[in-house]
Each structure stands twice: as structure tokens, then as C-alpha cells.
């Protein structure tokens, strides 16, 4: 059974960074390819970053240019840069195009 839990979410003031980590029990990261989504209340889940099992990433506007996502040793992570209070979310990681996601863990960006 897969079971993806995400970690390292915390409050962060604006402009202040902070690495979420994504691990997995069942599922090889370098397999497949994994994404970052993140929901903030009232508004539907939204699509972060790509790693594909070959290593290549891909982000959408909202990411671009601030987070960077990759692996290690079975351990997925997004780096984030540049926090604005916008970014204010529960992040999730998934298996792309796939069912398993973790529990989330909540960032709040806020002075």
C-alpha cells in the first residue's frame, strides 16, 4: 500500500523561504513522476510542479521562477522562494496522474 506523508510547512514571513519534503512508503520516486499541488480555502487543489522519473521538471505559472522541486534518495521536495502571503496553502504531493496523496502540510506566509 502507498502512503505519501509531506512535511515542513510552517509560518514564514514574506520573502522568507521554506523546503517541504515529501516521502513515500510503496512507491519509488525515480519510477515516476511526482507533482506538488497546493488548496487554499475555498479554492480547488492547484497544480505546482512535475517531476518526471527521468528528472525533468516542469512548473506552472504560480511556481515559476520561486520553487524548485526535485529528489533524493526517495525523498521528493519543494524548495519555495520568495514566499508572498498568496502562497498561503496546504501542500500536497502526488503521484502524477495517479491516486496517492499525502495528508498535506500547511504554509502560512504572513508578517
Known amino acids: 500500500q502507498v502512503q505519501l506523508m509531506e512535511s515542513g510547512g510552517g509560518l514564514v514571513q514574506p520573502g522568507g523561504s521554506l523546503r517541504l519534503s515529501c516521502t513515500a512508503s510503496g512507491l519509488i520516486f525515480s519510477r515516476v513522476a511526482m507533482a506538488w499541488f497546493r488548496q487554499s480555502p475555498g479554492k480547488q487543489r492547484e497544480l505546482l510542479a512535475i517531476l518526471t522519473h527521468e528528472g525533468d521538471t516542469h512548473y506552472t505559472d504560480s511556481a515559476r521562477d520561486r520553487f524548485i522541486t526535485f529528489r533524493d534518495n526517495n525523498t521528493l521536495y519543494l524548495q519555495m522562494n520568495s514566499l508572498k502571503p498568496e502562497d498561503t496553502a496546504t501542500y500536497y504531493c502526488?503521484?502524477?496522474?495517479?491516486?496517492?496523496w499525502g495528508q498535506g502540510t500547511q504554509v502560512t506566509v504572513s508578517s
Open positions: 502526488n503521484n502524477w496522474g495517479g491516486d496517492y
